[in-house]
């Protein structure tokens, strides 16, 4: 999959900004008061930040989606058939006048920006549905604040998996569904805009590019001449490659489409062109080989996909200066298993864990307090493995429960001098 564009770029981080502040909404915000008055507080934060979400989403189609469409169409009048058609004929190649084929981009954009507006309403309407009904799921009987709050957190980022947007039935992460959306809106920008720039020049038909590897979708479908109107020589575009509704194959799709030319066109590759075109539709238009290569390479693209958000999360929790700096560098780290990616998981488990011990404390430790503690948990005689495994050893438990129960006890007792006899006695169950 090609690299996202500048423009691009500045979707994704909109959705991976709210993304992040949804969590420090979720996991931050004090549980105080009744559970129910928790529940109504927590729902109006979360929703100013989806509220906010929408206007900067809504801000990026009106600004960048237009751009795209004229980007669009300066590449569909430097194909080299219609640039072949204006060095022939000038002026003369355009059959449609300045202020038609104004009115007919002035439409298209229109067109583009209400969909593309409406498509990201429902999307981040169905991320509001999902977390509004986390957030206000019924509270049991004699439940604490401190409870509500943890079946909260539960709820969304163990059984959905996190903040989702919800799109026909189907959840998304949020910053690989702000990737689908950009690519999408990007492809069929460009698309409209050769499809008009093809009516600018009297022409009908319109090629798809060829691409190796391709999906079993676009294989069939691809280097075809599709027409423009129903009642061509060749297949009729809405009714094949766009039978969808959109003037793309599917979602995230790289095929383009450009201008045919018959003028320019001998008989021999016109019906050439035509036998090809009018095979059936499912005919197989790549080998098996190609269509395996294919989803061999999207699945290393979902497998680096799934590597960086593991990545952000280590981030996120132990910090960039606890975790390798590119993501180049932690994807070696975990492929190689080493020592230094067993102390890694093991941190971040600890502090984990520690988290969640603070959010269920009576008294609320602070963020200075818990980063110190992980700190602690990271550093100096917590470090000694040898230490830490004759203690686990000892009493049949793991070292990273080891960890935790240090962990659990100075929370708990912040004042007291924390040694390895101490959390012995812990152990034991006489501390």
Request: one cysteine or more.
């Amino acid at each position: 999959m090609a690299k996202l564009t500048p423009r691009e770029l500045q979707l994704v981080k909109i959705y991976t900004d709210a993304q992040l502040n949804l969590y420090r909404i979720l996991t931050e915000k004090a549980a105080r008061g009744s559970p129910a008055a928790f529940q109504r507080s927590l729902l109006a934060e979360v929703n100013r930040e989806l509220a906010r979400l929408q206007r900067k989403t809504v801000g990026w189609v009106n600004a960048q989606v237009p751009e795209m469409y004229r980007e669009g169409l300066v590449k569909a009048e430097k194909a080299p058939e219609i640039q072949r058609l204006i060095a022939e004929k000038g002026n003369d190649a355009f059959v449609l006048s300045k202020p038609a084929f104004a009115k007919l981009n002035k439409a298209a954009i229109e067109t583009l920006v209400g969909e593309n507006i409406a498509a990201a309403s429902v999307a981040n309407k169905g991320l509001q549905a999902n977390l509004k009904g986390a957030i206000t799921q019924k509270v049991a009987t004699g439940q604490t604040v401190r409870q509500a709050k943890t079946a909260i957190l539960e709820t969304i980022y163990q059984e959905m998996g996190g903040t989702k947007v919800r799109v026909n039935g189907r959840n998304w992460d949020m910053r690989k569904y702000s990737e689908l959306f950009a690519r999408t809106a990007t492809r069929e920008a460009t698309n409209t805009a050769a499809v008009n720039e093809t009516k600018a020049v009297g022409s009908t038909i319109m090629r798809m590019s060829s691409h190796f590897p391709t999906c079993e979708v676009c294989g069939p479908l691809q280097g075809r001449w599709y027409s423009l109107e129903e009642d061509g020589e060749y297949p009729y575009i809405y009714d094949t490659a766009w039978k969808n509704g959109h003037n793309t194959v599917h979602p995230s799709c790289r095929h383009t489409f450009t201008t045919v030319v018959m003028a320019l066109k001998d008989e021999d590759e016109i019906e050439k062109a035509k036998k090809f075109s009018n095979r059936p539709m499912d005919a197989p238009g790549q080998p098996q080989k190609s269509i395996d290569l294919y989803y061999k390479g999207q699945e290393q693209n979902r497998t680096r996909w799934r590597d960086q958000q593991q990545w952000e999360r280590y981030k996120e929790r132990l910090g960039p200066e606890n975790t390798p700096k590119t993501l180049s560098g932690f994807r070696r780290m975990k492929g190689a298993d080493s020592d230094n990616w067993q102390q890694l998981q093991l941190s971040y488990r600890s502090a984990g864990r520690t988290r969640k011990l603070v959010d269920s404390n009576p008294v609320k430790a602070s963020n200075k307090k818990l980063d110190k503690i992980n700190a602690k948990l990271n550093s100096g005689f917590l470090q000694d493995n040898e230490a830490v495994k004759h203690l686990a050893s000892k009493y049949g438990a793991s070292v990273d429960d080891v960890r935790f129960a240090a962990a659990t006890y100075s929370v708990t007792y912040p004042r007291r001098k924390l040694t390895m006899d101490t959390i012995d006695s812990i152990l034991a169950g006489k501390a």
